[in-house]
């Protein structure tokens, strides 16, 4: 925290590739819950459909996540403006 009343920075750009990261680890998560749910269900063409959409949907976001966060490179501390403590 900032102790003198400073606001708290953080670059724009590192906070959105920290995002993005978050959103990668979750979009496994995410497939799998949303490959599941026809499962409770019967199977019928429609699931099957809705499968395949998915399995595709998830494709396309993965590899639109992975070619920003491969341009952007890897987040290093030495990225952010401020260190742990807050000082420069």
């Known amino acids: 925290m900032a102790e003198r009343g400073e606001p708290l920075f953080l670059a724009r750009d590192s906070y959105r590739q920290r995002r993005l990261a978050d959103a990668a680890r979750l979009l496994p998560v995410l497939g799998v819950v949303l490959l599941l749910l026809p499962g409770f269900i019967t199977i019928t063409v429609d699931a099957i ?19 920003h966060l491969a341009r952007r490179g890897p987040l290093d501390d030495a990225d952010n403006a401020l260190g742990d403590d807050g000082e420069r």
């Open 49 to 67: 459909i809705y499968i395949f959409s998915v399995w595709a949907a998830l494709i396309v976001a993965i590899g639109l996540m992975s070619r």
